[in-house]
């Protein structure tokens, strides 16, 4: 089991930057990939990134390539998005989620993740 805890979201101005933290408890960190998705109001949950279990590979969507990126620490227990150059439509609830599968179709799909987070929210003022 793994338990996921965000932080470092907040309010800021477009063209500023944040750097989310998510947290995760429990001894099996390491066997997960880690993801982040993202819901605005009335909007489904998108997928923004994602990271191999020893972090040697990431994938981005194509709304944040380039301008986000994940990294993690396995001994630290810890995911991070920084965010840069950020956008009014970035504004959102960004959640953390961890994925056992190594199968690469998942990475993007969030109903294969396992474990979540209970989001940090992320808004970008014009």
């Known amino acids: 089991q793994v338990q996921l805890v965000e932080s470092g979201g907040g309010l800021v101005q477009a063209g500023a930057s944040l750097r989310l933290h998510c947290a995760a408890s429990g001894r099996t960190f390491s066997n997960y990939n880690m993801g982040w998705f993202r819901q605005a109001p009335g909007k489904e949950r998108d997928f923004v990134a994602a990271i191999t279990t020893k972090g040697g590979t990431s994938f981005y969507s194509d709304s944040v390539k380039g301008r986000f990126t994940i990294s993690r620490d396995n001994a630290k227990n810890a995911v991070y998005l920084q965010m840069n150059s950020l956008k009014p439509e970035d504004t959102a609830v960004y959640y953390c989620?961890?994925?056992?599968?190594?199968?690469?179709?998942?990475?993007?799909?969030?109903?294969?993740?396992?474990?979540w987070g209970q989001g940090t929210q992320v808004t970008v003022s014009s």
């Open positions: 989620a961890a994925l056992l599968s190594q199968l690469l179709a998942y990475y993007t799909d969030y109903a294969k993740y396992q474990h």
